[in-house]
């Protein structure tokens, strides 16, 4: 009896009777229960406002860390994919070699199934294309000389553009280059093929698509970590600062849900506005930062396809929901554990 009394007396009686009733009116009126469990949520977000903000900014380093791995993972490897797609194998062959010889030799390499598309050009033809390059107006006024041009076309080689699905396995296509008796015969043996053209600027690229990925994934984890352990924080304070008003919702049968409630929509606030304030860091930081990354060669198409269009929304919300999602099973973590 002394203990209650003393809790009465702690309490006062009317907190007592108020957590009763809404106890027993929480069964029969479920949508008002939800009411109140957001609004004692929302209060204690603002009761505890320092330990909430570290906890908001904790989730939103995190979140922009996962945006720029997801950026930056895709970016990169949207580059080397482009490269790879810009990549066309060049054979050369003996100025002499004849529209016929070229029109055989593209029939045979167009059957490798690495291939997917396959140009020829005579000597006439890179002759031509050579002027359309060059801006040397000295050189293109030497070449207007009929004597000069044929010089050229019988000293220009022709040649075959392959371009190819897989850059990384060239073995069939070099095959052929090296076996076929009219490749052997017509081709340059001044000029080798170009099999390694930007070959390493490629593995460059994927290299650092892995280690954003990867780096990014650690850095995220890290403050993922952290995050937990802030709102794990931010939890235990709120209970402790509740434990009587927690201890008298226990003896008038409260749920567990009820008791729950608040400190998850507490959570749960501070990972959508996580989720909000990562999403304008991360838009932004883009806009900045892509006319350098495009001047850099970095193949940014795709994503600004995404962004500069109505799939914005949907990659804003998936930020808030993920802020959300984060903080309410940190939060449910840390409710379970010291609410037992």
């Not at 994934?217 to 403050?223: H, P, T, W």
């Not at 235990?236 to 409630?261: C, D, H, P, T, V």
């Not at 883009?286 to 795709?302: A, C, E, K, T, V």
Request: glycine share 4%.
């Amino acid at each position: 009896m002394k203990t209650s009394h003393a809790k009465d007396k702690y309490t006062g009686e009317p907190t007592k009777r108020r957590l009763k009733v809404m106890a027993q009116n929480s069964n029969h009126h479920p949508l008002r229960n939800y009411g109140r469990i957001i609004k004692y949520g929302s209060s204690g977000f603002f009761r505890h406002i320092w330990l909430s903000l570290a906890a908001t900014i904790v989730t939103t380093f995190t979140l922009i860390i996962l945006f720029a791995t997801v950026i930056a993972s895709i970016v990169l490897s949207s580059t080397a994919d482009y490269m790879r797609q810009k990549i066309d194998i060049t054979v050369y062959f003996k100025p002499t070699t004849t529209d016929e010889q070229l029109s055989t030799m593209k029939a045979t390499m167009e059957k490798d199934p690495n291939a997917t598309s396959v140009e020829v050009a005579n000597s006439e033809t890179e002759y031509n294309r050579f002027l359309n390059e060059s801006k040397d107006e000295e050189i293109l006024n030497t070449l207007k000389d009929e004597e000069m041009k044929r010089i050229m076309i019988e000293s220009m080689q022709a040649t075959m553009r392959i371009k190819v699905k897989d850059s990384n396995n060239l073995d069939s296509i070099k095959y052929i280059v090296d076996n076929d008796p009219l490749f052997i015969e017509m081709i340059d043996p001044s000029k080798m093929p170009t099999y390694d053209v930007n070959g390493t600027q490629i593995a460059t690229i994927t290299s650092w698509a892995n280690i954003a990925r990867n780096g990014g994934l650690i850095l995220s984890g890290i403050f993922l970590t952290v995050s937990i352990l802030v709102i794990f924080n931010t939890i235990r304070m709120a209970i402790f600062s509740r434990r009587e008003e927690i201890y008298m919702e226990k003896l008038i049968g409260a749920s567990n849900s009820f008791i729950r409630g608040p400190f998850l929509v507490e959570a749960e606030i501070c990972g959508i506005i996580a989720g909000i304030l990562a999403s304008i860091a991360g838009l932004v930081a883009f806009h900045l930062l892509s006319p350098r990354l495009s001047g850099y060669g970095i193949h940014i198409d795709n994503i600004a396809g995404i962004i500069n269009s109505q799939w914005v929304i949907i990659v804003i919300a998936s930020m808030i929901i993920l802020g959300w999602f984060i903080n309410r099973i940190s939060a449910r973590l840390a409710v379970r554990k010291y609410l037992r």
